[in-house]
Each structure stands twice: as C-alpha cells, then as structure tokens.
C-alpha cells in the first residue's frame, strides 16, 4: 500500500465515498468460486510437511480475521455520517464476506481440512469491544459518533487491513509466491488487496482529516502505540498445528514487515511529523 493510493483532500469526504462506492461496483464483482485452484492442489501435496503446516496456519489467520471482521463490521457503516459514506462502507461488508467464502473454499479445495484452532491474534480479539462501543456511539451526540468512528477507523482500517493483511501478502509472496506455488491463492490475494486498497486509503484519508483535531491525533496515535505488541504476536507466535511444532520459514520475517508497515501507516496518518 502506497501512498497514492490514499485518495486526494481536493474533494469532499462524500465525493471521495460515492467514488470508491461507484468503483467497487464496477472493478469489486469477483467470484470466489471462478478461482482456478487445481495447481494449488497439486502443488500443496508436493510440499514438505514444515511447509504445508506452516500454510496451513497462515491460511487460518487469514480466514479468522476475514470472517470476525464480517460478522463485527455493521457499527461502521452506521457511523457513517453521509448516505454516500455509508454506501461505500457497505461494499467493504459484502467483500468481507467474499474474502471469507474463499479462504472457506480454499480450505475445502485445497488444504483439504477444517482451519485448526490457536492462531493468536489479539488485535482481531477487541473487535467485539469495539463494536459495541460504536453502537452505543450511535445513541450518543455527534462528538461521540466521531469520536467512535476515529477509533473504528484506526482499529480495522488503520491496523487490521492497513498494517496486519497488508504484511500477510508480502509473507505469501516471500513464503510461495515467490517459487511460482499456488497460483489461485495469488489470485484470491490479488482481488482480496484490491477491495483492501479501497478499504483502507479510504480509512487513512478519514484519518488523516479527523488528526486535524488534537483529541483525535491523540487517540489514534494512542491505539497504534497500545495496539503494537497485540499486532506483533501475529508472526512472534509459536506455530502449532496437528500438537506439532512448525518451523517458521526464514522468508516470513514478518516482525520486520509489520514494523515498517506501522510506521509507513503512522506517516500516512500524521505526515513526517511523527514523534517514535
């Protein structure tokens, strides 16, 4: 995710909205189930068992927080303070829910398993806290409202999506892509970061707007800060699947990569200006 792709302040919040909307109509319109994932199949029975392990909780990573983030995301779209706010926040429900139904096929297709249990991912965990503090937001007076859509802004787009899915994409392509293995699943990435492109420059303009308020600036920089060792559990964790312990391969650095992608996301937010 580059900077470029946060979408410009020459026009409106509504303008900007009803033109992601407009573009996730067009450009958003991908079936999980046209993937080709025949390769993919072949190529994960030929793999090393430290190497198919080791897919198989990354995978679970990623269909976790694709699905808790489906099932938490209609806060949001509440909060939006325009029609055409909320009609591009309503996109990113239907993709969350794709980008579930694939890594569910994948699993079925492919790794030929249920996803196991234990991946950690604590980040992912406060999203029920989140949620119902934004829907209790909605009762509340505008300052309120704002301030709940600052911090959901920060927690799913600013973090979740903009830092923790962004790093899983370079680790597949590290990890797999890379050696030319699993075609559909860089397919399905390609799509999933797509929508997820939207999704999160429209969340780092907002931020970068609302930061124009000291009390904002303060929370954001605060649920980034509190947020970082909960974001580095992702790849420090010790990986277990089937009670076995699996290597993680060298290629993950994945440390490195949420780190660079947390401070990328903090000068996105605050510009150069940012105090480490």
Known sequence: MTEELIPGLDKSTSEVAWNLYRKAIRFGTWDPEA??????????????????????HFCTGFLDAEENVALKFCPWIMLGST??????????????????????????????????????????????????????????????????LVEGLTHYQGIIEGVQAMSGYDVYEAVYGSKGLFPGLKEGFARIKEDEGRHVGFGLRMLKLLARNPKHAERIRAIYDEYLPYILIRYDQQVIVEGREVPTPPEVQGRERLTKLFDRRLKDIFGNLVNN
């Open 35 to 56: 993937i080709d994932l025949s390769q993919d199949k072949k190529d994960f029975e030929s793999l090393d068992q430290d190497l198919r392990d080791y897919l198989i």
């Open 83 to 148: 029609t055409e706010e909320q009609a591009f926040l309503s996109t990113q429900l239907l993709e969350e829910f794709k980008h579930t139904q694939f890594f569910m096929r994948y699993f079925s297709e492919v790794l030929g398993r249920e996803r196991i249990s234990g991946v950690k991912n604590l980040v992912q965990q406060k999203l029920d806290d989140r949620a119902r503090q934004m829907l209790d937001a909605l009762e509340a007076g505008p300052e309120e409202r704002e301030a709940a």
